[in-house]
């Protein structure tokens, strides 16, 4: 099986194009295998780009643990980036059909190549239920929450998969390593949660780490970063239009007065090469 391994600010998947090898039989095993970093080829787990009967493409992607998930900002545009240098759609504006619904995706060619894509990533879900979180609000702002032996106020927002925020004055590898896990399982969470930190710098720009669910500590996480502005907006804690400084690099977050939240950030082919079955 053909394979390519990509990253989006450090967020880094393998990517397997379906328009030409065949769909694999156990996902969920070979996600757990090939993003096996000293074992495998190494991830954040693994990206399917397939075809779509109602866009130019559809993702589906599996977390490092074989877990399914919903969306990525930053896979879908590393997908992107991949369809039109590799020459499925070769068009600078793309639609990408994932578990959020139909994505649109603006292309910054340069040179005959992406470098940089825009995403439309939608309206943020904002109703506990449909986050889902059985903390109350809708949105849940400032909610309490107990995890290990802190007590802390969190808000909850799901864009297309869901996220705890916490903002934090420093964050610590306490807060990502020790408290993130039991964030990410903790019962108020009936489908897990990803789990952000974020330290506020400005009203422009705020630090941000973040355990994923199903993938632990990531250098980036795009749909967390559009979850976390529109929190940063929600608590008056930031302007609408932002710069999150990640671990792998800064990502650019608007929550237009329309209510779409935009994300502008890089996507980078690192290797390709050949996997064998075990």
Request: hydrophobic share 40%; glycine share 10%.
């Amino acid at each position: 099986m053909r394979f390519t391994k990509m990253h989006g600010a450090g967020n880094d998947y393998v990517y397997v194009n379906c328009f030409e090898e065949k769909f694999p039989a156990d996902v969920a095993k070979l996600a757990i295998e090939i993003s096996d970093r000293h074992f495998g080829v190494g991830g954040d787990g693994l990206v399917l780009i397939c075809p779509s009967e109602v866009a130019d493409a559809r993702m589906r992607m599996w977390n490092a643990d074989g877990s399914e998930a919903e969306m990525c900002g930053n896979a879908v545009r590393c997908v992107a980036k991949y369809l039109f240098d590799h020459g499925i759609a070769r068009r600078e504006t793309l639609r990408i059909e994932t578990g959020r619904g139909v994505l649109t995706l603006q292309c910054d060619v340069d040179g005959g190549r992406v470098g940089q894509v825009r995403v439309n990533m939608g309206p943020p879900i904002l109703k506990s239920t449909d986050i889902p979180t059985t903390l109350p609000g809708d949105p849940p702002i400032r909610q309490k929450l107990t995890a290990g032996d802190r007590t802390f106020e969190v808000t909850c927002v799901s864009m297309g998969n869901p996220h705890c925020v916490t903002f934090v004055d420093q964050i610590t590898d306490d807060w990502v390593l020790r408290i993130g896990p039991q964030i990410e399982k903790h019962l108020a969470f009936p489908r897990r949660v990803n789990a952000e930190f974020i330290q506020v710098l400005s009203p422009t720009e705020f630090n941000m780490r973040v355990w994923e669910r199903g993938s632990g500590e990531t250098w980036a996480c795009g749909t967390g970063a559009c979850a976390s502005v529109v929190a940063a907006v929600l608590n008056n804690l930031t302007d609408r239009k932002v710069t999150a400084h990640l671990r792998g690099g800064d990502l650019l977050l608007e929550w237009a007065e329309t209510g779409e939240v935009y994300m502008t950030g890089p996507a980078v082919e690192v290797c390709s090469g050949v996997s064998e079955p075990r």
